[in-house]
């Protein structure tokens, strides 16, 4: 009986181990070459980009370019100052937005006698006006105080022969005669404008 048992558990045993997993081995199976490949792809492009990079300005990213201020000074760009200060409602193209920004382009306000439109940017302009057959009754804020008399004649001169409007260039000493005579009158009306200029 005893011996009996004996035999039992060790044929129990054996197939308990007969039952089990392999043990784990290592290092038969090659890398696979595609893995090799990427690998290798990513070295290459690391390499490249850092290449690349030697000599060029550190900006960590940030590749937007640099917006250049208005000058000061005899260059000042009156583009650069439309741009930054009138295109926003009157839009880049002079064309405004109908009914609410009246255009520059054809305007008679703008490309008439220089006096109206240094008056207008100089003190702003409130009230009916009719350009291009299209009727506005807005608020056109005033630049005296923000910009120089330079920086207006300058925009000023690049609205007026800018998108084929053709009228003559507006000199800075016409701005301080103007900001002399009228200081800080505040906003002209249409009728104002027409009392004192020659406005359309
Ligand atoms: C906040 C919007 C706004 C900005 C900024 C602005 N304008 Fe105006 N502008 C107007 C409005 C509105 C009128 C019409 C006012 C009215 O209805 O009486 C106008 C009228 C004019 C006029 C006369 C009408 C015409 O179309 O010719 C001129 C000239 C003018 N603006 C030039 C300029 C210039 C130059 C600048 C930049 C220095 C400028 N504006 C910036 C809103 C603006």
């Not at 937005?97 to 520059?104: E, I, T, Y």
Request: proline letters at 6%.
């Amino acid at each position: 009986m005893k011996r009996h048992d004996q035999r039992h558990n060790d044929s129990h045993n054996r197939n308990a181990q007969h039952r089990e997993h392999h043990e784990p081995e290592e290092g038969q199976r090659p890398v696979p070459k595609l893995v090799v490949v990427w690998i290798g792809i990513l070295l290459v492009w690391g390499v490249g980009y850092y290449a690349w990079q030697i000599g060029k300005p550190m900006l960590g990213g940030d590749s937007r370019s640099v917006v250049e201020a208005p000058a000061t000074g005899d260059d000042i760009d009156g583009g650069a100052i439309f741009s930054a200060r009138c295109s926003a409602c009157h839009q880049g193209n002079g064309q405004g937005v109908p009914g609410a920004f009246p255009p520059l382009v054809g305007s008679e306000w703008l490309l008439g006698d220089p006096s109206v439109p240094v008056a207008i940017v100089h003190d702003g302009l409130q009230g009916e006006i009719e350009v291009e057959g299209t009727t506005y009754n807005g608020v056109m804020p005033a630049f005296g105080g923000q910009l120089s008399s330079a920086e207006i004649a300058a925009v000023l001169s690049h609205v007026r022969q800018e998108w084929g409007n053709d009228a003559e260039a507006v000199e800075a000493d016409r701005v301080d005669a103007h900001a002399e005579e009228y200081g800080e009158r505040g906003a002209w009306s249409p009728d104002e404008l027409r009392d004192t200029f020659e406005a359309p």
